[in-house]
Nanobody
C-alpha cells in the first residue's frame, strides 16, 4: 500500500501564495509520477499539475504561470507552489501518485485531500 499525506491547505487572500506538500510512504520501490488534482463544489475532479520521475511537468491551462509542481525523489514528496491565487482556485486539492512497489506491482494512490479557500 501507498499512503499519501497532504498538508499546506488553508485560507488565503486573492493574489496570495500557498504551498501544498504531499508525502508518500509505504513499501515503495519508485514513484513513477505524481500529480495534484482539485475538485470544487459541484464540479468534477480535474488535473492541476503533474510531474514525472524525470521531472517533466504539465499544467492545466488555468494555472499555467501561477502554479509550480516539484518533487523531491529522495523524500518521495511532491509540492505545489501556488502564486497569484484566485477565488476560482478554491477547491479540495488531492495528491495522486503512481508507484512501483517493492514487489513490482504498480499502484495508484490518492491522498485524503486538503482544502484551499481563496477569499478576502
Amino acid at each position: 500500500q501507498v499512503q499519501l499525506v497532504e498538508s499546506g491547505g488553508g485560507l488565503v487572500q486573492p493574489g496570495g501564495s500557498l504551498r501544498l506538500s504531499c508525502a508518500a510512504s509505504g513499501s515503495i520501490f519508485s514513484i513513477n509520477a505524481m500529480g495534484w488534482y482539485r475538485q470544487a463544489p459541484g464540479k468534477q475532479r480535474e488535473l492541476v499539475a503533474g510531474i514525472t520521475s524525470g521531472g517533466n511537468t504539465n499544467y492545466a491551462d488555468s494555472v499555467k504561470g501561477r502554479f509550480t509542481i516539484s518533487r523531491d525523489n529522495a523524500k518521495n514528496t511532491a509540492y505545489l507552489q501556488m502564486h497569484s491565487v484566485k477565488p476560482e482556485d478554491t477547491a479540495v486539492y488531492y495528491c495522486h501518485a503512481r508507484a512501483t512497489m517493492t514487489n513490482y506491482n504498480v499502484l495508484d494512490a490518492w491522498g485524503q485531500g486538503t482544502l484551499v479557500t481563496v477569499s478576502s
